[in-house]
C-alpha cells in the first residue's frame, strides 16, 4: 500500500503510516493502528508499574509479601514461589466466549479473577524485591532489568555487576551513579561512557583509564579535567582532591557541571548501527524511533528499551526482544518469542494474543497467568481445530462489538488493552513518569488515579 496520513483517535492529531509498515502489519495479521505511536506508547506505559510497591498479605498462604498491587485492587495476588508452583491452575478460570459481551470486558473480568503475581520477577535467586525482572540474583530494588548480580537502586540495566544507583546500563562492574555507560569497570558519577576503568566524573569517554572530571575523550590515562598528567602526578593529584570529604565531593561536582555543559555532543549515540534513527541503540540495523536498544536489532520501528537479536518487531516496550520475532504492541515481552501480539509480560511464547503474564505457551488468545499451555482462548483449552475456527470469529466479534471506553475511544481487533483494563492507576506507572499529569488532567483524560497512601511501618528485621 501507499503511504497513508491517519489521525488519532486519542489525540487527534495526524499520523503516517508508511508503505513498510503496512507490509509489518500484514506479516503478522493485524490492521493499522488509529492511534498515533506517541499515544501507543502511553497506553502502554499505563501497563507497568515498575517502582511504586506496597505490603499486603499473599491470598493463598497468608503471608506479609512485596507487591506492585496495592490492597484496594481487585485482585487475588500470590507470592513468587506460590504463583509459580503447582499448587493451583490458572485453567480452572477459564470460561466460555460470550458473544453478547465485548472480549474486552470479557478480559476484564478474567484478569480480575486469575491470580495475580506478586511482582514480575522471573528465575530470581535472592531478589524478592525487583521488578520486570529477569534473571537476577542478590539483587534489591531494580527494574527493567535482565541477568543482574548484586545489584541495588537500579533501573534498565543489563549483564551487570557489585554496582548500585545505575540508569541505563550494561556489562558494568563495581559502578556507582552512571547514566548510560557500557563494559566499565570502577566508575563513578559518569554519563554515556564505554570501556572506561578506575575513572569518575566522565561525559561521552572511551577505552580511558584513571581519568577525572574529562568530557569527550578517546584511549587516554591519567587525565584530570582533560589535563594529561604523569602516573605518580596523577596519584598525587587525586589524593588532594579527598573525596572524602562531603564539601570537597560537592565543589568538584559543581566543577564538573561545567566541563559537562562545555562538551561536544554528538547529534545521537548510535554505535555500530546502519540506516537507524533514535538514540542509545547499539548494534541496529533499519531501525527507526528506536531508544535504549543492544545487540542485534534489525528491521524494527518504534522499540525502547531491550534489542539482543529482536528482528522484524513494531511497537514494543520497555522492555522488548531476547532471541524473538514479529512482536507488535507489547510490554516486557519477548525472551524466545514469535508472533505476540498485544501483550504484557508474555515470555517464551509464540502466536499470541492479548495476554497477560503468560510463559512458554503457544495459540493463546485472551488468557492470563498461562504456563507451557496452547490452544486457550480466556483461559479455556480447545483443540486445534476448534481453536482455529474460534480465532476468526472472536476477531469478527471485536469489529462488530468494539469495546468503547468512557471518552469514547474504539477499541476494535488491533488496539492495545484500553487503559480502563490496566491494573495500576496512571500514577501508579512510567506513564507518569515520563509523561506527567495532574490528578485533574489524567482523570479529564480518562485514566485511574491513585492517592497517596499514608505509610508507617515499624521495622521488624534488624541487623545484629
Avoid at 578517546?218 to 598528567?229: A, G
Avoid at 531491550?306 to 516486557?332: A, Q, R, V
Amino acid at each position: 500500500m501507499t503511504q497513508q496520513i491517519k489521525i488519532c483517535q486519542n489525540c487527534q492529531k495526524e499520523f503516517t503510516v508508511e508503505p513498510e509498515d503496512f507490509e509489518f502489519y500484514e506479516k503478522i495479521k493485524v490492521p493499522s493502528p488509529t492511534f498515533c505511536p506517541e499515544c501507543r506508547m502511553i497506553r502502554r506505559m499505563c501497563f507497568r508499574n515498575e517502582r511504586n510497591l506496597y505490603k499486603k498479605k499473599c491470598d493463598a498462604t497468608g503471608k506479609d509479601i512485596i507487591s506492585v498491587y496495592s490492597s484496594d485492587k481487585p485482585y487475588k495476588i500470590y507470592d513468587q514461589k506460590y504463583w509459580w508452583s503447582d499448587n493451583w491452575d490458572p485453567m480452572d478460570y477459564g470460561q466460555d466466549y460470550n458473544w453478547n459481551k465485548s472480549f474486552f470486558k470479557q478480559f476484564k473480568e478474567l484478569l480480575k479473577d486469575v491470580p495475580m503475581i506478586a511482582l514480575f520477577n522471573g528465575n530470581a535467586v535472592r531478589s524478592e524485591y525487583c521488578q520486570h525482572a529477569f534473571d537476577s540474583k542478590d539483587c534489591y530494588l531494580i527494574s527493567a532489568a535482565l541477568s543482574n548480580e548484586n545489584m541495588m537502586y537500579s533501573n534498565r540495566v543489563w549483564d551487570c555487576t557489585d554496582s548500585l544507583d545505575i540508569y541505563i546500563g550494561t556489562g558494568l562492574q563495581l559502578c556507582y551513579e552512571t547514566i548510560n555507560c557500557r563494559e566499565s569497570y570502577c566508575l563513578f558519577y559518569s554519563k554515556n561512557c564505554r570501556n572506561c576503568r578506575n575513572s569518575a566524573f566522565l561525559f561521552d569517554c572511551v577505552n580511558c583509564n584513571d581519568c577525572f572530571g574529562c568530557a569527550n575523550l578517546r584511549n587516554k590515562s591519567y587525565f584530570i579535567f582533560n589535563k594529561p598528567y604523569l602516573k605518580e602526578e596523577y596519584k598525587k593529584k587525586m589524593q588532594e582532591f579527598n573525596l572524602g570529604s562531603y564539601k570537597n565531593f560537592l565543589e568538584i561536582s559543581e566543577k564538573f557541571q561545567k566541563v559537562f555543559k562545555t562538551a561536544l555532543y554528538k547529534y545521537a549515540n548510535l554505535r555500530k548501527a546502519v540506516n537507524v534513527i533514535g538514540d542509545n541503540v547499539e548494534q541496529g540495523k533499519n531501525c527507526y524511533f528506536c531508544f535504549d536498544l543492544f545487540g542485534l536489532v534489525e528491521n524494527s520501528k518504534f522499540l525502547w528499551w531491550g534489542g539482543l537479536n529482536c528482528t522484524d518487531s513494531y511497537d514494543g516496550g520497555p522492555g522488548i526482544g531476547d532471541k524473538s520475532e514479529l512482536l507488535y504492541e507489547g510490554i516486557d515481552n519477548g525472551i524466545q518469542s514469535s508472533q505476540t501480539r498485544f501483550s504484557v509480560i508474555v515470555w517464551g511464547c509464540q502466536n499470541t494474543h492479548y495476554c497477560f503474564n503468560c510463559h512458554s505457551s503457544s495459540n493463546l488468545f485472551g488468557c492470563v497467568g498461562l504456563r507451557h499451555k496452547q490452544y486457550c482462548i480466556l483461559n479455556k483449552q480447545y483443540t486445534k481445530e476448534e481453536y482455529e475456527e474460534l480465532v476468526p470469529k472472536i476477531i469478527e466479534h471485536m469489529n462488530s462489538m468494539p469495546f468503547i471506553d468512557k471518552k469514547g475511544r474504539v477499541y476494535k481487533y488491533g488496539e492495545f488493552f484500553p487503559p480502563e483494563l490496566s491494573p495500576f492507576c496512571y500514577n501508579e506507572t512510567i506513564a507518569q513518569e515520563y509523561f506527567p499529569l495532574t490528578k485533574e488532567q489524567a482523570i479529564e483524560k480518562g485514566y485511574q488515579w491513585k492517592e497517596p497512601e499514608v505509610r508507617n511501618f515499624q521495622i521488624d528485621i534488624k541487623t545484629q
